[in-house]
């Protein structure tokens, strides 16, 4: 059975939907009921489901992971997310957009390339990302580095690159099977922003 746990930390509410070896959804917001909601509607249709006030070890874990993720912070380790309701392409989206490392960002178009189909398909898989932060949507931008869309709201993507800025000044490119994903640093769309801000 699935546990929905949500919970709040200074000014943010954040909230995961697991059982003991699997994330099923993940989420974070300014109000319990926007985090509930995104939580059901990310959860696999008819499975069922408690809320749980206390976490389990593992939601507990996810939990702190979600809050790291937030403020800018490194994270290491590797979950288990539960896809298998989610299409073959929904996948391999995912499973791209989650290799962009803190400090740096790709664009729709790039991981098109990795993962096939075009921008506007990419585009669509982070609107319904259903493991943010996990699987870094805001590290998705526009080819020409500004910020793109976000679910959450332009500034509050913003906010989460201001937190992850790292200094790095090159580009890189990451291993995808037989193909790459180039990645550049956060600082580019930074500067971006800076002269354009909105």
Partial sequence: MISLHIQ??????FGVACDEE???????????????RNLLQNIPFNMPFHHSE???PFAGRVMEMLKKIYYGK?????LSLSAEHLSDYFKKVIK?????????VSSYGLIAKAAGGSPRAVGRVMAMNP???????HRVVSSDFTLGGYGGGLK???????????????????????????????EFVLKKVNVNSF
């Fill in 8 to 13: 709040r930390h200074e000014n943010v509410w």
């Fill in 22 to 36: 699997k994330v099923f959804a993940t989420t974070f917001g300014s109000s319990q009921e926007s985090v509930r």
């Fill in 54 to 56: 206390k976490p389990s």
């Fill in 74 to 78: 490194d994270v290491s380790e590797n």
């Fill in 96 to 104: 791209v957009a989650s290799l962009i490392p803190v400090g740096y």
């Fill in 131 to 137: 493991f943010a932060p996990l699987v870094p949507c």
């Fill in 156 to 186: 509050a993507k913003l906010a989460f690159l201001e937190r992850e800025k790292r200094g790095y000044t090159v580009k890189q490119e990451i291993s995808v099977n037989s193909k790459s994903l180039q990645v550049f640093p956060v």
